[in-house]
């Protein structure tokens, strides 16, 4: 039977030079785990407009089921506006106010968080005070029922805090960051930054009492801390075409195994072979 997934947080448009390119963490890792074989729920706002109806086509194109997420009239789907600089370094601008940062809390929701393995947000997600109160509902809901928790912070200035970041990690139960966030997480949860990486990666997860802490570290591959000690697992080979999206393909895959009740050292192994797969094609989510 596939492992139920709520994923909470942003859908959106990569509005890129050549053209809009579908995004946003959240929807990202809704896609990949729906093609890794988990019945995920999209809990997040579009607007009403053709940007929208494109959106909620993708999610259901990948198997994603989009009766969680509200089609909202005041509020336009989200954007990126990407300017790409000499090199191709792109720069991105995240669109304020968009229909994701003002879904609402309703009974429906409530019912598909009570029945879900697994729930899924990030720090940009929470942005919204609406989205915001909706995923800490949520999160309630799943810490009283013991439903695990991934957080996967991927920081977006200048959406977050110490506050915003201290608090989403106190309430989950798995905690994803990648290499270039630690020195920030770490500060923002009173961590000394004396510390060498995997002292800091132990020391949240005893401060918060994690199940699992996870970083990755891009092509290097990723660390594994848990109660009984740590997993280190090497990059796979991949000839990178493009990075986007690899990420969430990492998250997806490690709650399929969290879920799974894998052997974590696998699950690690897994995750990195399916970030490395996405990193040889081009697009968040491969066809």
Not at 179 to 203: H, N, T
Request: hydrophobic fraction near 40%; glycine fraction near 10%; proline fraction near 4%.
């Amino acid at each position: 039977m596939s492992k139920r997934i709520v994923a909470m947080g942003d859908g959106l448009w990569d509005l890129f030079p050549d053209g809009p390119r579908f995004g946003g963490a959240t929807a990202n890792f809704a896609c990949h785990t729906s093609r890794l074989g988990g019945e995920v729920r999209m809990v997040s706002g579009v607007g009403k407009d053709d940007r929208g109806k494109d959106l909620l086509a993708v999610y259901r194109k990948y198997g994603v089921r989009t009766e969680l997420v509200q089609e909202l009239s005041n509020y336009p789907t989200g954007t990126v506006e990407v300017e790409l600089a000499e090199g191709g370094m792109p720069t991105f601008t995240i669109g304020e106010n968009a229909a994701w940062d003002h879904w609402q809390w309703n009974d429906e929701i409530e019912r598909g968080v009570c029945s879900a393995d697994a729930l899924y947000f990030g720090t940009l997600g929470q942005r919204g005070e609406s989205a915001k109160e909706g995923i800490r509902r949520a999160l309630a809901i799943a810490l009283e029922r013991g439903i695990p928790r991934i957080l996967d912070v991927n920081l977006r200035s200048p959406f977050f805090d110490d506050s915003l970041i201290r608090g989403s990690v106190a309430v989950c139960s798995v905690l994803k960051l990648s290499d270039e966030e630690l020195d920030r997480v770490a500060r923002a949860c009173e961590i000394p930054s004396s510390e060498s990486e995997l002292e800091r990666l132990k020391m949240i997860r005893e401060k918060f009492g994690l199940r699992w802490v996870v970083m990755t570290e891009g092509a290097e591959g990723a660390t594994l801390v848990l109660e009984k000690g740590s997993v280190r697992q090497p990059g796979a080979p991949a000839k990178v075409v493009d990075t986007v999206g690899a990420g969430d393909s990492f998250t997806a895959a490690l709650t399929i195994g969290l879920l799974e009740e894998s052997d974590p050292s696998e699950v690690l192994e897994t995750a990195c072979q399916v970030a490395a797969e996405v990193c040889s094609h081009a697009g968040a989510v491969p066809q």
